[in-house]
């Protein structure tokens, strides 16, 4: 190019409504294109994904630990939920501290010597039915020594068509069951729920 000349200028071509435009060149996360609000759409579903997986691992982790979970009041309401909707099962419940003993009384038979009948009644006052209690009858003397014990399952006082049912809210029950009288000096008697 020779010195003396002007540098040209270059004037932009006048845009005519029929004329085709030029693609834009380049990387597509520069360019600004209609596509943005699909990408926000697609966006938006990908977190709704996200909160509904969280949502199932959460309901899965307390499927897989529904038995240590249904032991806690807190927790027990959500897990029999989430198990009646799925049909699953939950443990009993098991609180003996929940047992109310109405009223107790151990007395000897007369014309069976060596022999008492021990006498019981109590209630769940738990919020749930639970299973039936272990019934620990413990015969002491008059210094409070203890003389004898025993372990009373269900089986032992309740009719065999009722062993495997539970004891619901509020409800009470009777027992009454036959002891060897471990010794003549038994004068005082427990009874603890296990």
Known sequence: MPEDAAPSTIEPAPVTAGAPTRKATGPR???????????????????????????????????????????????????MVLCAAFRCDVPMWHEPSAFTMLSRDVRPITGQAGTLQAQATF??????????????????????????????????????DEVSSSIGPGQSAQMAVLVREPSANVVAFSFDFR
């Open 29 to 79: 996360f520069l360019q600004r294109t209609r596509t943005m609000p699909v990408h926000a759409a697609r966006a938006r579903w990908q977190w709704v994904a996200v909160g509904a997986l969280a949502t199932l691992l959460c309901v899965q982790v307390v499927l897989a630990d529904r038995a240590r979970l249904a032991t806690q009041a807190g927790w027990r309401p959500l897990v």
């Open 123 to 160: 209630r769940n006052e738990a919020r749930w039915e639970q299973g039936w209690p272990v019934i620990l009858l413990t015969l002491k003397d008059a210094d409070g020594r203890t003389l004898g014990a025993r372990a009373l399952e269900p089986r032992d006082y309740l009719p065999q």
